[in-house]
């Protein structure tokens, strides 16, 4: 059952649901709250865990007391999940060393669909970001379990590719993130497809301040971006970055702010590309994905595009296995 953890004013009807009391939706229930987006229901099977970060976040948003406050819920309960506008999905195996994301396709898989049919029967209005890995995989897995029209159903990859990226710009060049404006499309893996020519400087070109060397290696850098932190801290992965990431789209959806974002979605033909989930720009709304951004690409981008289509396809098979009873 949930904690006790909710006052009697309510900051706004949205409310979002989040699956995983890791570290991932730990920090993203963090992030919500602190920006006052909306209540937050955190969601795990671990008896306590969720409990007890809503407990310490609840505290914590106590400690403000200038405006008024979002509540939290924490439960093992899918129930207290009811009538949820978005629903996030970060529970599943983190990556460890060594580990690509596509090792945790099946076991994740059924991670993902499970959560999805119990959140999902509470809450059917709601809209879903993934943000399990391997993410473009996982966000086709969880449209084909929802049953949800593709708009409603999305994943978090671009806005944090895009992030990585625009922060080893900003210290190549020694300037503020904020100056930076890079663009990340493809796969959530080592195939991005990091895109210099709509990466900008306030205004100026990327290409015109970085050589082309620099640049590469950036590029790479930005690819290996989630393995390199693996890497680093020996246990577990990213979770600072892709929770700020997951707020950024949820803001966009929960305010209607319509920004045009990077993310994982669902392709019928735009970029020569069909039936699979990968990341592209799109305008971002109260419904969800309004519209998908096509932009003009090289023919050395497009192959590149392609090539991580065409990763991302091979792990749809094994991951829609688990669909099968």
């Not at 974002?261 to 069909?274: E, K, S, W």
């Not at 990341?279 to 981008?301: F, H, K, S």
Request: proline residues 7%.
């Amino acid at each position: 059952m949930a904690s006790p953890l909710t006052s009697p004013v309510r900051c706004q009807p949205s409310q979002v649901t989040v699956v995983g009391a890791g570290n991932v939706g730990s920090t993203l229930a963090q992030r919500l709250l602190e920006r006052n987006l909306a209540n937050v229901v955190l969601v795990d099977i671990v008896v306590g865990r969720p409990q007890g970060v809503a407990l310490d976040l609840a505290q914590a948003v106590g400690c403000d007391r200038t405006r008024p406050s979002c509540t939290i819920v924490g439960t093992n309960d899918y129930q207290d999940t009811a009538n949820s506008d978005l629903v996030v999905v970060t529970a599943g195996l983190p990556r460890r060393p060594g580990m690509s994301r596509d090792d945790l396709t099946q076991v994740n898989g059924k991670i993902v669909a499970d959560t999805l049919r119990q959140a999902l029967g509470r809450s059917p209005q709601a809209s879903v970001i993934v943000v399990t890995n391997p993410l473009d995989v996982m966000t086709y897995l969880a449209w084909k379990v929802s049953g949800l029209p593709s708009h409603r159903v999305m994943g978090m990859a671009g806005v944090l590719d895009s992030a990585r990226f625009q922060t080893l710009i900003a210290w190549e060049l020694g300037v503020p993130p904020q100056d930076v404006s890079a663009l990340v499309l493809g796969g959530h893996g080592d195939l991005m497809v990091p895109l210099p020519r709509y990466t900008t400087v306030s205004g100026i070109p990327v290409t015109d301040l970085v050589s082309a060397p620099r640049l590469q290696a950036l590029i790479e850098r930005t690819r290996n971006g989630g393995a390199e932190i693996v890497q680093l801290l020996k246990q577990g992965g990213a979770y600072y970055a892709p929770a700020a990431s997951v707020c950024v789209m949820v803001e966009s959806i929960l305010l209607n702010q319509r920004r045009i974002l990077p993310l994982a979605a669902h392709l019928t033909g735009q970029y020569g590309l069909d039936d699979l989930y990968l990341g592209v720009p799109c305008r971002l709304g109260r419904g969800g994905i309004e519209a998908i951004v096509e932009l003009t690409l090289t023919a050395e981008e497009q192959a590149a595009l392609a090539r991580s289509a065409a990763a991302v396809k091979e792990q749809l098979p094994p991951a829609l296995a688990v669909l099968v009873p």
